[in-house]
């Protein structure tokens, strides 16, 4: 998928999701990076995206958490080591399974 078409999905999806102001500024400064990458998999320090999205660390954390459980984005951490994500494209847009993440919240 392109740069483009990956916004409107997930416009479609937030629709569905309504998925919070924090988890939308954090995902498409994601996938802006990705862009920026060439690439759906990159690394990304905390303190970076902390910083380019005055978001405290902890928000930065269960921010990535929550756009993980709803399907958007894997990562893997590890201790002062710089965060590896990948953006996924083909996440799902069922309510059912969003609803189940909506009321773990």
Request: glycine residues 0%; without cysteine; aromatic residues 30%.
């Given at each position: 998928m392109y740069y483009l078409e990956l916004?409107?999905?997930?416009?479609?999806?937030?629709?569905?999701a309504n998925i919070g102001s924090t988890a939308i500024a954090m995902y498409l400064y994601l996938l802006k990076t990705a862009e920026e990458n060439d690439g759906y998999v990159f690394v990304l320090s905390d303190v970076v995206v902390s910083n380019d999205l005055g978001l405290t660390r902890k928000t930065v954390k269960s921010t990535k958490e929550k756009l993980r459980d709803l399907g958007l984005i894997e990562f893997q951490t590890k201790n002062g080591v710089p965060c590896s994500y990948r953006l996924l494209l083909n996440y799902n847009l069922q309510i059912s399974k969003i609803d189940k993440i909506r009321k773990s919240d």
């Open positions: 916004i409107e999905r997930f416009w479609r999806f937030n629709h569905i």
